[in-house]
């Protein structure tokens, strides 16, 4: 009888593990995150209330007041205003924008020759409130250049680089421009694959075998998008010129940087100097996603860097992350299935993400390492005709805006993305 009692009671719970398996549990409204426009910021503001006009003003014409060398002083005058007026996450996000993008322009406007150790409390506090409010650094992050810093032309019209502009701009005309929204471009590519993700898991999690195909290939179609709207950056839009010489100095961070070693000091915040990253691909949810759903497994030194990055994203995105870090591994049910048709399906999407970075390494190779060898080789010419303010610092050829040694990184990841394929190709 307790043999018998005992059967039952295990057939019980097994009955019950297998319903909880079928539970759906990956939830893409649960983070805050839109099926049509992923993790972009839905529908960005692009003006906030009066009062903060002494903001607006200085954001709107940024390029003209760092190329004239007129920020600083701007930024010295401008009032200590509350942030008791802003309404609403989108105003939270366009101040957020506004002041990142003030703060780059004034560590930033002389380039290397000139930078300062102190942040002004006028920008200082507001800055670090806003930032406390939507879990964010008071840094220029990818939240705020790419997903927050977008408008329609055309309200009705597609959401397509033609009908696209930034909110606001740093110095390097529509090359930045392009930058900018380029990189919007493969988040917006990205966003049937963020579904097809959370599909992953639940067919997973329902042992749905053919949903799990359906939503790999929807994944792997999604990467190549990925990669058709990255190849824009310099078949069309953006000159390598415009971005080494003119924009990239303003992406630059106060952490690991030979420029600026003891950090900065936030005035009326901090009693000492802070270090934060500078806006970085490597702080795009898209593809801390897609590693892992993929289970990938990066070198120590690349998860540790990688993982700081997910600090620097908006919490919700951070958090969704997570929750697919810890929902049952898809390799390993992949793995255990002895399904062929899973096995190359999955290696077909790994194959993909393969080649989203090794174009990803042609691109960083195009915009900051042969850009430096070009800038070097014509030196002389460049500080004749637009001086050496507009060139990049000479200490950060080799690091990535996060902070990180650029290359040996992205070709450790593309190579650590190739070791998970299950079958040799």
């Given at each position: 009888?307790?043999?018998?009692?005992?059967?039952?009671?295990?057939?019980?719970?097994?009955?019950?593990?297998?319903?909880s398996r079928r539970t759906p549990t990956l939830s893409l409204r649960k983070f805050h995150i839109s099926e049509d426009y992923g993790f972009i910021c839905l529908d960005p503001v692009a003006e906030l209330p009066d009062y903060y006009q002494p903001w607006m003003k200085i954001a709107k014409n940024l390029p003209y007041l760092i190329e004239n060398s007129l920020l600083r002083c701007e930024v010295n005058k401008m009032p200590l205003l509350t942030t008791d007026h802003l309404k609403g996450h989108r105003e939270l996000r366009l101040a957020h924008l506004a002041l990142s993008f003030i703060t780059m322009g004034y560590v930033w406007q002389e380039g290397e020759r000139d930078t300062i150790k102190v942040l002004p409390r006028s920008l200082a506090k507001p800055f670090c409130e806003i930032s406390q409010?939507?879990?964010?650094?008071?840094?220029?992050?990818?939240?705020?250049?790419?997903?927050?810093?977008?408008?329609?032309?055309?309200?009705?019209?597609?959401?397509?680089?033609?009908?696209?502009?930034?909110?606001?701009?740093?110095?390097?005309?529509?090359?930045?421009?392009?930058?900018?929204?380029?990189?919007?471009?493969?988040?917006?590519?990205?966003?049937?694959?963020?579904?097809?993700?959370?599909?992953?898991?639940?067919?997973?999690?329902?042992?749905?075998?053919?949903?799990?195909?359906?939503?790999?290939?929807?994944?792997?179609?999604?990467?190549?998008?990925?990669?058709?709207?990255?190849?824009?950056?310099?078949?069309?839009?953006?000159?390598?010129?415009?971005?080494?010489?003119?924009?990239?100095?303003?992406?630059?961070?106060?952490?690991?940087?030979?420029?600026?070693?003891?950090?900065?000091?936030?005035?009326?915040?901090?009693?000492?100097?802070?270090?934060?990253?500078?806006?970085?691909?490597?702080?795009?949810?898209?593809?801390?996603?897609?590693?892992?759903?993929?289970?990938?497994?990066?070198?120590?030194?690349?998860?540790?860097?990688?993982?700081?990055?997910?600090?620097?994203?908006?919490?919700?995105?951070?958090?969704?992350?997570?929750?697919?870090?810890?929902?049952?591994?898809?390799?390993?049910?992949?793995?255990?299935?002895?399904?062929?048709?899973?096995?190359?399906?999955?290696?077909?999407?790994?194959?993909?993400?393969?080649?989203?970075?090794?174009?990803?390494?042609?691109?960083?190779?195009?915009?900051?390492?042969?850009?430096?060898?070009?800038?070097?080789?014509?030196?002389?010419?460049?500080?004749?005709?637009?001086?050496?303010?507009?060139?990049?610092?000479?200490?950060?050829?080799?690091?990535?805006?996060?902070?990180?040694?650029?290359?040996?990184?992205?070709?450790?990841?593309?190579?650590?993305?190739?070791?998970?394929?299950?079958?040799?190709?």
């Open positions: 009888k307790i043999h018998c009692h005992l059967f039952f009671a295990n057939n019980l719970l097994l009955k019950e593990y297998k319903m409010t939507l879990g964010l650094p008071p840094i220029m992050v990818h939240a705020d250049c790419v997903l927050a810093n977008w408008k329609k032309k055309k309200v009705d019209g597609p959401l397509e680089i033609e009908n696209l502009d930034t909110i606001l701009s740093l110095p390097g005309g529509e090359s930045s421009k392009g930058f900018f929204l380029v990189t919007l471009l493969v988040e917006i590519a990205a966003v049937p694959g963020i579904k097809a993700i959370s599909e992953i898991i639940n067919a997973v999690v329902q042992d749905n075998v053919d949903s799990l195909l359906c939503a790999f290939q929807t994944l792997t179609n999604s990467i190549g998008c990925m990669i058709a709207a990255l190849k824009q950056m310099h078949e069309f839009f953006c000159q390598w010129s415009s971005f080494y010489l003119r924009l990239h100095v303003f992406l630059i961070s106060w952490r690991d940087n030979p420029i600026m070693p003891d950090g900065l000091l936030y005035e009326g915040v901090s009693d000492g100097p802070l270090h934060y990253s500078g806006g970085s691909a490597a702080q795009s949810t898209i593809l801390h996603c897609i590693d892992e759903v993929l289970g990938i497994c990066h070198s120590p030194e690349a998860c540790a860097f990688l993982h700081r990055m997910r600090d620097y994203m908006p919490p919700f995105h951070k958090a969704f992350v997570s929750e697919i870090s810890s929902s049952p591994s898809v390799r390993q049910y992949i793995l255990s299935s002895a399904n062929s048709k899973l096995c190359a399906m999955y290696d077909g999407c790994v194959a993909e993400l393969v080649k989203f970075r090794n174009y990803h390494i042609t691109v960083v190779s195009k915009y900051i390492t042969i850009a430096a060898a070009n800038a070097k080789a014509s030196q002389k010419e460049q500080d004749t005709i637009s001086g050496t303010r507009q060139s990049a610092p000479s200490a950060l050829e080799q690091r990535g805006t996060g902070g990180s040694s650029l290359m040996c990184f992205l070709k450790n990841i593309r190579d650590t993305t190739k070791e998970a394929l299950m079958n040799e190709q």
